[in-house]
């Protein structure tokens, strides 16, 4: 009823910058949360970015003053501008939002299913 559908991933070097996107479609009333998470291989999921509805936003200290999250609300969308990637950034991210959706409607959480960023040289 709600699908999140991400884009932007790929392979870039040390120092350099990518833009990801998640757009969520489908039956929504309203978005509460949206946000990225990371998960590396052989390690746990993590949170790296969240856009609460209101504007506030949180990060994950080991990304602080290179990620930058922001939301088109009118287009059901959040981006993750990463800058000064670094190797240890490799990672499937992955978009979750927190959704008033659907028919009956009910507030739920959804993932997309993640984008590939590879950092390297």
């Known amino acids: 009823q709600v699908q999140l559908v991400e884009s932007g991933g790929g392979l870039v070097q040390p120092g350099g910058s990518l833009r990801l996107s998640c757009a969520a479609s489908g039956t929504i009333f309203r978005i509460n949360v949206m946000g990225w998470y990371r998960q590396a291989p052989g390690k746990e999921r993590e949170l790296v970015a969240l856009?609460?509805?209101?504007?506030?936003?949180t990060y994950a200290d080991s990304v602080k003053g290179r990620f930058t999250i922001s939301r088109d609300n009118a287009k059901n969308t959040v981006y993750l501008q990463m800058n000064s990637l670094k190797t240890e950034d490799t990672a499937v991210y992955l978009c979750n939002a927190n959704v008033l959706g659907g028919i009956p409607a009910k507030l739920s959480d959804y993932w997309g299913q993640g984008t590939q960023v590879t950092v390297s040289s």
């Open positions: 856009s609460i509805s209101g504007g506030s936003t």
